[in-house]
């Protein structure tokens, strides 16, 4: 059985780090892309970040160089690394693997930038 489990959110200041983490199983990893997507309270799921299987990258643009995405297949997990984090960061974060028609969501970590 697939599972995807976030983890590494909470409450954080602004101008504050997080590193948020997605753990797979029950699939081979090094053979999916992966993804970070986002819902903001009242908004719609919103893409952030993108990793190849072969370490390609690609970000929304609101995030870019504030956010890092990166992977490790020995862990098979996938991590965000977020800098310089602003109120409307503020979201759900989920994690996406794809291979071909497959895709798996995890259950999503809350981040929440206030003071």
């Known amino acids: 059985q697939v599972r995807l489990v976030e983890s590494g959110g909470g409450l954080v200041q602004p101008g504050g780090s997080l590193r948020i983490s997605c753990v797979a199983s029950?699939?081979?990893?090094?053979?999916?892309?992966a993804a970070w997507y986002r819902q903001g309270p009242g908004k719609q799921r919103e893409f952030v970040a993108f990793?190849?299987?072969?370490?390609?990258?690609s970000y929304a643009d609101s995030v870019k160089g504030r956010f890092t995405i990166s992977r490790d297949s020995a862990k098979s997990t996938v991590y965000l690394q977020m800098n310089s984090l602003k109120p409307e960061d503020t979201a759900v974060y989920s994690c996406n693997l794809v291979q071909s028609t497959r895709a798996y969501w995890g259950q999503g970590t809350q981040v929440t930038v206030s003071s």
């Open positions: 029950g699939i081979i990893f090094s053979g999916y892309d």
């Open positions: 990793i190849s299987g072969g370490g390609y990258r």
